[in-house]
């Protein structure tokens, strides 16, 4: 499986991003999605995840401001971020548990200016 991030950049607390990742290979081993994210001087963290049957969860410091969803005929997943904060600054990161393994695609810089 690779994973394909994009969608980070700079904007202006309060602004909106969405964060794509395309997956593609042995899609079919994908048995759940998710979006971590490590910021400056700080320890990797699970934003959200997502499983195959829709199910999701998040972190507390983003929960009614952050969407995770996926698009199965796209192979696909997205995190929408609304109310960016300062603190969501952080390289975004995509992540899949597969059947045999885990992992990883690049990162994708979202920085939140105050």
């Known amino acids: 499986v690779q994973l394909q991030a994009s969608g980070g950049g700079l904007v202006q607390a309060g602004g909106s991003l969405r964060l794509s990742c395309a997956a593609s290979?042995?899609?079919?081993?994908?048995?759940?999605m998710a979006w971590y994210r490590q910021g400056p001087g700080k320890e990797r963290e699970l934003v959200a995840s997502?499983?195959?049957?829709?199910?999701?969860n998040y972190v507390d410091s983003v929960k009614g401001r952050f969407t995770i969803s996926r698009d199965n005929a796209k192979n696909t997943m997205y995190l929408q971020m609304n109310s960016l904060e300062p603190e969501d600054t952080a390289d975004y990161y995509c992540?899949?548990?597969?059947?045999?393994?885990?992992?990883w695609g690049q990162g994708t810089l979202v920085t939140v200016s105050s």
């Open positions: 290979g042995t899609i079919f081993s994908i048995k759940a």
């Open positions: 997502i499983t195959n049957g829709g199910d999701t």
């Open positions: 992540y899949a548990n597969a059947i045999w393994r885990t992992y």
